[in-house]
């Protein structure tokens, strides 16, 4: 099993900067593409930005030029980051961690909430 654990949430004002982590632990080497995923209230949960072994990202377009997502896997920490910039009131959601063993720069089920691992999720809350 994997265990995936998110911080870095909190509340900002519109046009501030917020970077989130989360850490990987468990059966890691099982592990190869990460992502983020968000969920507004009232909304379903959407794909924010993956990132596979091989570094290839993928954005959603809202989020596209002012959210990088990068990942550390030296030392087996297999953490993964959400830099987020430009931060808009709509951005106001939880943001979930994923992880999954696929391969490839990137799979389609990805966009159906389609990762094998997931976290609890970290609040951010974007103030205008």
């Known amino acids: 099993q994997v265990q995936l654990v998110e911080s870095g949430g909190g509340l900002v004002q519109a046009g501030g900067s917020l970077r989130l982590s989360c850490a990987a632990s468990?059966?890691?080497?099982?592990?190869?593409?990460m992502g983020w995923y968000r969920q507004a209230p009232g909304k379903q949960r959407e794909l924010v930005a993956t990132?596979?072994?091989?570094?290839?990202?993928?954005?959603s377009d809202s989020v596209k030029d002012r959210f990088t997502i990068s990942r550390d896997k030296d030392n087996a920490k297999n953490t993964v980051y959400l830099q987020m910039n430009s931060l808009k009131p709509e951005d106001t959601a939880v943001y979930y961690c994923?992880?999954?063993?696929?391969?490839?720069?990137?799979?389609?089920?990805?966009?159906?909430?389609?990762?094998?691992?997931w976290g609890k999720g970290t609040q951010v809350t974007v103030s205008s």
């Open positions: 994923a992880a999954d063993g696929s391969l490839g720069p990137f799979r389609s089920s990805w966009y159906f909430d389609g990762m094998d691992y």
């Open positions: 468990g059966s890691i080497v099982s592990i190869n593409a």
């Open positions: 990132i596979s072994s091989g570094g290839d990202t993928n954005y």
